[in-house]
């Protein structure tokens, strides 16, 4: 492979330290034998116009989106499509013939996973989403084109929670029910719930001992306890859903099918899940990802 033919990938963010996209990616361009790198920049939100304008003039094939930046890189862009056009939320930057693409491929990532990993189809389901930010709004909007039957979305900030209910029913139709951590039919949901997912990032990494307050003990046997949150791996409320012996999903398997999708888009291949899976959950059991 010829190095002055190597194109650039990267990743923005502030912070962009620990994250695992350089890990991910750059495996996976070796896994596939394309002649890539991928690095991560720490961007400023006040730089975010001019980290664009580099996408374009030094001819990257294109960049991951993370926070603060996934709600805010939209009108830098020459335009939006798929998922990040019903939800405003970009991960993944495309230059497609000269133009910059947002996709979003959050919302998909961990329906592919719920279904390969989890081994949930969500269609008839009932699920209930901890959290109303980026993420649960990307999985809202996937989750109830699906064909759930209920999506009960609780936040902590119920201007927010309107905001996201507001969304799916302006934009497709959706009737979601808001609650907050403290309603009085919390336990309810809960004992009719066959999927709950913490989409806050309650239990991540150093603040490993924290949870958010949804009562499990409620949750039928069947229920499917998922966690977005995959630092660490087995998160307090992932241990906790373990101990009363409800089914569980890591976070880690929605990481890699994002990052996988975010591949397939740039490149139009598919890098393989396992030996990414393999590398990552590696790294993760080693203790604090190596920073980049
Ligand atoms: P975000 O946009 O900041 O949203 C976080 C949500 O959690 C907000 O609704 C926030 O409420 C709520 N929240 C935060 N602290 C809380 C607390 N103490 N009690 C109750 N609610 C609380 O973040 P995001 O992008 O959605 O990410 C959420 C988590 O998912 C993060 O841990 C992230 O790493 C993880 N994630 C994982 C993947 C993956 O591939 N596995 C992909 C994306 C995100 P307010 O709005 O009131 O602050």
Known sequence: MKIEERRLFGLFGDPVGHSLSPYLQNEAFRLLGINGVYLSFAVKQEELGA??????????????????????????????AGDALLTGSV?????????????????????????????????GKKVVLLGVGGAARALAFRLAQAGVAALYL?????????????????????????????????????????????????????ATAEQPAFPLVACHRGCLVADLVYHPLKTTFLREARKLGLPTLEGLGMLIYQGILACRLWTGLTPPFTPLYRLLNELLEEGAPPST
Do not use: W
């Open 51 to 80: 980290a664009v304008e580099a996408i374009r003039c030094l001819n990257m094939g294109g960049v991951n989106i993370t926070i603060p930046h996934k709600e805010r890189i939209g009108p830098y862009l020459d335009r939006l």
């Open 91 to 123: 991960n993944t930057v495309v230059s497609e013939d000269g133009e910059l693409v947002g996709y979003s491929t959050d919302g998909e990532g961990f329906l592919l996973s719920l279904r390969h990993q989890g081994q949930m189809e969500p269609t």
């Open 154 to 206: 609780v936040g902590r900030n119920p201007e927010k929670t309107n905001r996201l209910q507001a969304a799916l029913r302006d934009r497709i139709g959706f009737p979601a029910v808001g609650l907050s951590f403290a309603d009085p039919g919390l336990a309810e949901v809960a004992a009719e719930a066959d999927l709950v997912v913490n989409a806050t990032p309650l239990g991540m990494f150093p």
